[in-house]
């Protein structure tokens, strides 16, 4: 099976901008998680999609949101970007919706906002 | 906190050796993951162990996990060099799937 692929792999915007992020997850699996991974606050969650639906939200502004469609596939969407939104954004998926699954990691997208 | 905490920060040894981390979390879980990153990449899910399991092996990685102490290790026995990377304890969490500590940092010198 393929794994997890994220696109684009690498992406600068400036300020005010927003921006749009993809995650295709392996073929099969319907849940879908999103991270943030900064050098000062680490690997933090950001929110689960499992059958289209938002499960779980992290603590982040409204700027970030995201969505599933029917296919699993996932996109998450940062608007008005700030320098701080500048990070490396992982996406994971599993089989189902148990808490405990362990997760498939794809290669990331790594966000420079300037 | 719901995150576990990894010790050390950051660990150098040579090739050959063995490498020990350990994890240690403050509430009750379900099962502790441990995951490996290489420079800045996606995470590489290395081993699962269950609340009610005690050691578990995969190749060259032994874990361990004690409830009691609420506490994990993770050996990783004959290091190479493409052994380094950072590594990574997780809790998976109902409202969060996965917390993940600051990571450790190792370093295999050839």
């Known amino acids: 099976k393929a794994g997890v692929t994220q696109t684009p792999r690498y992406l600068i915007k400036t300020r005010g901008q927003q921006v749009t992020l993809s995650c295709s997850p392996i073929?099969?699996?319907?849940?879908v998680s999103w991270y943030q991974q900064t050098p000062g606050q680490g690997l933090q969650f950001l929110f689960e999609y499992f059958s289209e639906t938002q499960r779980n939200k992290g603590n982040f502004p409204g700027r970030f949101s995201g969505r599933q469609f029917s296919n699993s596939r996932s996109e998450m969407n940062v608007s008005t970007l700030e320098l701080g939104d500048s990070a490396l954004y992982l996406c994971?998926?599993?089989?189902?919706?148990?808490?405990?699954?362990?997760?498939?990691f794809g290669p990331g997208t790594r966000l420079t906002v300037l | 906190s719901q995150q576990g905490e990894e010790d050390p920060q950051a660990l150098s040894i040579q090739e050959g050796e063995n490498a020990t981390m350990n994890c240690s979390y403050k509430t009750s879980i379900n099962n502790l993951q441990w995951y490996r990153q290489n420079s800045g990449r996606g995470l590489v899910h290395l081993i699962l162990i269950r609340s009610n399991e005690r050691e578990k092996h995969s190749g060259r990685l032994r874990v361990t996990l004690d409830t009691s102490k609420k506490s994990s290790s993770l050996l990783i026995t004959a290091s190479r060099a493409a052994d380094t990377a950072s590594y990574f304890c997780?809790?998976?969490?109902?409202?969060?799937?996965?917390?993940f500590g600051k990571g450790i940092t190792l370093s295999v010198r050839p």
């Open positions: 994971a998926s599993s089989p189902s919706a148990e808490f405990y699954n362990e997760q498939f």
């Open positions: 997780a809790l998976p969490r109902a409202n969060s799937k996965l917390t």
């Open positions: 073929s099969g699996h319907r849940s």
